[in-house]
């Protein structure tokens, strides 16, 4: 079998094995927020930060949840690596945006952080600070065992068909999993172009 047709079963194996009465908690988590006037906060990094700024368009627009993604500012990002660390990039953003218990948490990760490891530490800061102030957070991850998995109130982890693509297919599940959401009736209060 082909490189890419191999991919592609893989592709299908996780689409058929995929958790989806996790989306649909995470759907209803999100109505809530919806309902209460929350904001959604949608924390990435590397080709999840760049998950995380398509997210956030689609769920301002399509959802009409007030939606920020802290790595779409690049200065403030910056700033805060310079000045604080990386570790507190999103801890110190949801602190200036007074982050409350209507809000919650997008977690968008393959291992969905490690404290002990010290990887995506500011992701688990970010998680540690909304649990402070009793907001909600979700995960979408590939791998069980991080932070994210471990903490989030809920966490879909994709399944790990073939362990030397997991961040291929985590960061693009990533992204059938948040247009699902958006297009899901529960959720969604404006149509799309086409």
């Given at each position: 079998?082909?490189?890419?047709?191999?991919?592609?079963?893989?592709?299908?194996?996780?689409?058929?094995?995929?958790d989806?009465?996790?989306?649909?908690?995470?759907?209803?988590?999100?109505?809530?927020?919806?309902?209460s006037?929350?904001?959604?906060?949608?924390l990435?990094?590397?080709?999840?930060?760049?998950?995380?700024?398509?997210?956030?368009?689609?769920f301002?627009k399509?959802?009409?949840?007030?939606?920020?993604?802290?790595?779409?500012?690049?200065?403030?990002?910056t700033?805060?690596?310079?000045?604080?660390?990386?570790e507190?990039?999103?801890?110190?953003?949801?602190?200036?945006?007074?982050?409350?218990?209507?809000?919650?948490?997008?977690?968008l990760?393959?291992?969905?952080?490690?404290?002990?490891?010290?990887?995506?530490?500011?992701?688990?800061?970010?998680?540690?600070?909304?649990?402070?102030?009793?907001?909600?957070?979700?995960?979408?991850?590939?791998r069980?065992?991080?932070?994210?998995?471990?903490?989030?109130?809920i966490?879909?982890?994709?399944?790990?068909?073939?362990?030397?693509?997991?961040?291929p297919?985590?960061?693009?599940?990533?992204?059938?999993?948040w247009?699902?959401?958006?297009?899901?009736?529960?959720?969604k209060?404006?149509?799309?172009k086409?």
């Amino acid at each position: 079998m082909s490189f890419s047709a191999e991919y592609m079963r893989e592709v299908a194996q996780i689409a058929e094995k995929i958790d989806v009465a996790k989306i649909d908690q995470m759907i209803d988590l999100l109505v809530q927020v919806k309902q209460s006037g929350g904001r959604l906060f949608i924390l990435g990094v590397g080709g999840s930060a760049g998950n995380a700024s398509h997210a956030v368009n689609d769920f301002r627009k399509l959802v009409g949840i007030e939606t920020y993604a802290p790595t779409d500012n690049v200065s403030e990002l910056t700033a805060r690596t310079n000045d604080e660390g990386f570790e507190t990039i999103f801890s110190g953003f949801l602190s200036i945006s007074k982050l409350n218990s209507n809000d919650c948490l997008l977690i968008l990760s393959v291992g969905g952080g490690d404290v002990e490891r010290g990887i995506s530490k500011n992701l688990c800061a970010a998680i540690d600070f909304a649990k402070s102030r009793n907001s909600k957070v979700i995960g979408i991850v590939g791998r069980e065992g991080g932070y994210t998995h471990k903490n989030a109130d809920i966490c879909l982890v994709i399944p790990p068909i073939n362990l030397s693509a997991i961040t291929p297919h985590s960061e693009a599940f990533q992204a059938i999993v948040w247009h699902l959401m958006v297009s899901h009736p529960k959720l969604k209060s404006n149509a799309t172009k086409w």
